[in-house]
């Protein structure tokens, strides 16, 4: 059956995403646009046998991921960023204290928390067997998770406070580079639990 006659097709839509940092509160929302994860297997190696080539994976290599958010007064998503570098342990060099203050990973990862990318559905408001009429299918609103990426030991790369210009009208933007040593991916379809609006 084609899928344009088939009403239980649904692709998945790159709108509709959320990102999630469990130490970085009320930024879900002004998150403008995030890669998912990707991996890179490497070059690997080859052996050769007369005239015949074999080839044999590399080593994997989880690539950094780009979000992108716009700033606000409230929530203050540039001073959140910023705090969060203090929280990894950077110190301005004022004292001869501070110099020997460092960022490490473990206070870099613990400053970001946890890191997932939820890709949801449009919501649905069905029939479940032996509910109500009407009554939703999935969170309050209808609303499931499809697909969770978690980026494991993520700490921020870069950091893009964004650019300011007399002549522009646009949204101050601040572009961000996660780094992380593997991602995880769960397919299990589960209500939404946050709030969406």
């Known amino acids: ?18 990102i999630n940092f469990s130490q970085i509160a009320d930024i879900d929302f002004m998150c403008t646009d995030a890669a998912k994860p990707s991996y890179n297997l490497g070059d690997g190696t080859t052996h050769q046998i007369l005239n015949h080539k074999f080839k044999f994976p590399g080593i994997i290599t989880w690539q950094d991921v780009t979000v992108n958010f716009i700033d606000a007064i409230e929530p203050n ?12 342990g950077y110190a301005q060099p004022v004292t001869f204290e501070d110099l020997l203050q460092g960022v490490t990973k473990v206070s870099s990862t613990s400053a970001l928390g946890r890191v997932s990318i939820l890709q949801l559905d ?76």
């Open 1 to 18: 059956m084609p899928f344009f006659s088939d009403t239980s097709f649904q692709p998945k839509r790159a709108f509709r995403f959320l």
């Open 77 to 88: 998503v540039g001073s959140r960023f910023y705090n969060m570098l203090l929280n990894a």
């Open 122 to 197: 449009g919501g649905a408001v069905g029939t479940i067997p032996g509910a109500d009429p009407g009554q939703a299918i999935g969170a309050s609103d209808g609303t499931n998770i499809i697909e969770e990426w978690t980026l494991h030991n993520a700490f921020l790369k870069t950091v893009n406070f964004g650019s300011l210009n007399y002549g522009s009208e646009e949204i101050v933007k601040i572009q961000t580079t996660i780094t992380y040593d593997f991602a995880s991916y769960d397919g299990s379809v589960k209500p939404y639990a946050g709030t969406i609006g």
